[in-house]
Nanobody, 125 residues
Framework: QVQLVESGGGLVQAGGSLRLSCAAS????????MAWFRQAPGKEREFVAAIWGWSIRYLRYADSVKGRFTISRDNAKNTVYLQMNSLKPEDTAVYYCAARSTVVDTTISNDYDYWGQGTQVTVSS
């Protein structure tokens, strides 16, 4: 059974950094796509970043995080990371790891098949 477990969230001051991890089991990175989404209080879930491909690796970022966040993966550990730098209060949200079993270049949450439980990121001003 596919399981995604996020970790690394916490409280940080504006301008600080956090590194989120998503440990995946029951799936392979070879054929699908992995992504990070976030949801702030009172707002819809929004796309943050995605990574897919094998021999050629593809990346996509939301405009709001380009230049600040980096998505990466460790194939041996079956883990996806989100390095978040220069954090802003508007980055405060629950961050979710998501996965698709087939490759589609999509930023729509409903197109992803599996989800982690989420990890809270709070950025104070």
């Amino acid at each position: 059974q596919v399981q995604l477990v996020e970790s690394g969230g916490g409280l940080v001051q504006a301008g600080g950094s956090l590194r989120l991890s998503c440990a995946a089991s029951g799936l392979t990175f070879r054929n699908g796509a992995m992504a990070w989404f976030r949801q702030a209080p009172g707002k819809e879930r929004e796309f943050v970043a995605a990574i897919w491909g094998w021999s050629i690796r593809y990346l996509r970022y939301a405009d709001s995080v380009k230049g600040r966040f980096t998505i990466s993966r460790d194939n041996a550990k079956n883990t996806v990371y989100l390095q978040m730098n220069s954090l802003k209060p508007e980055d405060t949200a629950v961050y979710y790891c998501a996965a698709r079993s087939t490759v589609v270049d999509t930023t729509i949450s409903n197109d992803y098949d599996y989800w982690g439980q989420g990890t809270q990121v709070t950025v104070s001003s």
